[in-house]
Nanobody
């Protein structure tokens, strides 16, 4: 069964850091992986993408320089290191897998996790 499971969310003060993880089965090593987030009342927003080999990454302008995406295919894990967090980063964060290459569009991704909540207090 295809499954992505996120963890690592929580409550943090502005300026703090969190590290999100997304664990999958061995199938995900051939997929590009991405992180999205969705705040209440807002559309799902692309955050970061990493290629299957980890040779390429791409970030939304809103998180560039603060967030880092990485993956360890041996452990079937994709991570999102989030530093210098801001209250506007508060959202549910989702990992996704897709074979269409780099894409900022949620429709390009075939598989999704259940999400993990990140709340940043001011």
């Amino acid at each position: 069964q295809v499954q992505l499971v996120e963890s690592g969310g929580g409550l943090v003060q502005a300026g703090g850091s969190l590290r999100l993880s997304c664990v999958s089965g061995g199938w995900s090593s051939v997929y590009g992986m991405a992180w999205f987030r969705q705040a209440p009342g807002k559309e799902r927003e692309f955050i970061a993408w990493i290629s299957s080999s980890a040779g390429g990454t791409y970030y939304a302008d809103s998180v560039k320089g603060r967030f880092t995406i990485s993956r360890d295919n041996a452990k079937n894990t994709v991570s999102l290191q989030m530093n210098s967090l801001k209250p506007e980063d508060t959202a549910a964060y989702y990992c996704a897998a897709g074979r269409a290459g780099l894409s900022r569009f949620a429709t390009s991704y075939s598989y999704w996790g259940q999400g993990t909540q990140v709340t940043v207090s001011s």
